[in-house]
Every structure is written in C-alpha cells, then in structure tokens.
C-alpha cells in the first residue's frame, strides 16, 4: 500500500504547477484525498481534500479559488492543479488517503488519514 506524491518544483510567481497523488495497492474509490503541506520552521497545513464518492472539493481559505483538487478513480490519482502561485505557497506537499465511512465528506484533520505519501516540495520564487 502506497502512495506517492509527485510533480513538485521551482516555478516563479504568478505560475502555475501540477501535482499528482497516484496509490498503489489499494483503490482510490472508497477513498477521500487531502493534501495538506509544510513551510520551512512551520506546521503542516492543510491545503484541499476531495470526497471519495460524489467528487465535491473544499479548500483552505488561503489558496481557494487558486487551487483546484480532482480525483480521477480509473486512473486511481488525485491531482492539485495550482494556480497564481505566491511565494508563501513554498513548502512539501504531502497527499493522504481517508477511507471514511460515507463517501461525501472529507476532512481538514490529518489524524484522520490512513495513509499518507512521502511528500513534493514546491518552490515559488523568481
């Protein structure tokens, strides 16, 4: 069982980045994702999370309307599409798996994830 997270990296201000949650050994379907990251000398942070079943996404007030999170189960991914990023967005982003018992909330609470992937550092700096 495992997740990982990947598409991190140096883009400038203003930029836009992709990131990917891909799972293995287990299925995505039944299972909400959140991506949650840490800055330098601070506590992780939760950025988005996406229900398992019915799709619907919520954001931290920080990057809503900058972020849009999906969840694609035929392909077993989550993706965090970045948007307008801001040098205070630098930090690892780390993506989580939630097998929750109704399939149309997810949850802003990191101890409620099951598994968790190893983390992608983005950088937003010109």
């Known amino acids: 069982v495992q997740l990982q997270a990947s598409g991190g990296g140096l883009v400038q201000p203003g930029g836009s980045l992709t990131l990917s949650c891909a799972a293995s050994g287990f299925t995505l379907d039944y299972y909400a994702i959140g991506w949650f990251r840490q800055a330098p000398g601070k506590e992780r942070e939760w950025v988005s999370c996406?229900?398992?079943?019915?799709?619907?996404?919520f954001y931290n007030p920080s990057v809503k309307g900058r972020f849009t999170m999906s969840k694609d189960n035929a392909k077993n991914t989550g993706n965090l599409r970045m948007s307008s990023l801001k040098a205070e967005d630098t930090a690892v982003y780390y993506c989580a798996a939630d097998r929750r018992r109704d399939g149309e909330s997810c949850s802003p609470a990191p101890e409620e994830y099951d598994y968790w992937g190893q983390g992608t550092l983005v950088t937003v700096s010109s």
């Open positions: 996406v229900t398992a079943v019915d799709g619907s996404t």
